[in-house]
């Protein structure tokens, strides 16, 4: 599975972002996907994972509620929309995939393909 991730740029907080993911393959449907981010000087961190139909999504604490995590299987993409963004926020967000038919992911070890990272800046 190869991984491009786009999408990310300069906001105002309190302003919105949407990121993409784009898979390649025939398999995109039975991976679990996630995102994570990871800013100057800090581990990489979860932000959010869903399952393989979508059904079932999770967050971490910090974005819940401002940040949607779906995915699109006929298109092989995976969005993350950021809403009331906050200077916090900013980092380089990464796309994720487990390998096929595995459980949600929460924690970046568990992710086996990766994309390039899109960076996010957030002003004050």
């Known amino acids: 599975v190869q991984l491009q991730a786009s999408g990310g740029g300069l906001v105002q907080a309190g302003g919105s972002l949407r990121l993409s993911c784009a898979a390649s393959?025939?398999?995109?449907?039975?991976?679990?996907m996630g995102w994570f981010r990871q800013a100057p000087g800090k581990e990489r961190e979860f932000v959010a994972t869903?399952?393989?139909?979508?059904?079932?999504?999770y967050y971490a604490d910090s974005v819940k509620g401002r940040f949607t995590i779906s995915r699109d299987n006929a298109k092989n993409t995976v969005y993350l929309q950021m809403n009331s963004l906050k200077p916090e926020d900013a980092a380089v967000y990464y796309c994720?995939?487990?390998?096929?038919?595995?459980?949600?992911?929460?924690?970046?070890?568990?992710?086996?393909?990766w994309g390039q990272g899109t960076e996010v800046t957030v002003s004050s």
């Open positions: 869903i399952s393989w139909s979508g059904g079932s999504t």
């Open positions: 393959g025939r398999t995109f449907s039975s991976h679990v």
């Open positions: 994720a995939a487990r390998k096929s038919e595995l459980p949600l992911g929460f924690h970046s070890y568990e992710y086996d393909y």
